[in-house]
């Protein structure tokens, strides 16, 4: 069995908002703004250049309160980093798979699960970065916690002798 732990998720994408809007806008704004710009404009491709939205914070300068407007474009350049992580350590888990199950995964793709599959466009980021498919869990929030207590019903199939 292959796999690797990236600990890159939604949280993380939203850290990554505020430190571009901080760094480009000399603004400062919280979590939860930058969650909501993430789910309003937020796109792991630049397929919506024109989405945008007004962003309310404090100005790193001055202190007082400041809104800007904040562009799709923007929302993406702020995640490349990260999503550039997970396309690189999806390819080298791939890379280091066992050819039976590779050939599972050219025909049944690969599923994203969690907060993070919620980003517009990621599925179609990594399918075409990777050449395979790429399908979005039907409840990504759910499938996490619903898969763990699959596994610990049947724990008895999946020890090791």
């Given at each position: 069995?292959?796999?690797?732990s990236l600990r890159y998720a939604g949280d993380r994408m939203n850290q990554a908002i505020v430190n571009y809007i901080k760094a480009n806008h000399?603004?400062?704004?919280?979590?939860?703004?930058?969650?909501?710009?993430k789910v309003e404009i937020g796109t792991a491709t630049d397929s919506d250049p024109d989405a945008s939205m007004n962003v309310r914070g404090r100005d790193t300068i001055d202190g007082l309160p400041k809104q800007i407007k904040v562009n799709s474009s923007e929302v993406t350049e702020a995640l490349q980093e990260g999503l550039q992580s997970i396309i690189d350590t999806t390819k080298q888990v791939l890379q280091e798979t066992p050819p039976e199950l590779s050939a599972d995964i050219i025909d049944r793709g690969i599923m994203i699960t969690g907060g993070g599959a919620l980003l517009k466009n990621i599925d179609k980021l990594i399918a075409d970065s990777l050449q395979i498919p790429v399908l979005i869990a039907?409840?990504?929030?759910?499938?996490?916690a619903l898969g763990t207590g699959i596994l610990l019903q049947h724990i008895e199939k999946h020890e090791r002798h």
């Open positions: 069995m292959t796999s690797k000399q603004l400062l704004i919280g979590m939860r703004t930058a969650e909501a710009i039907e409840s990504p929030l759910e499938s996490v």
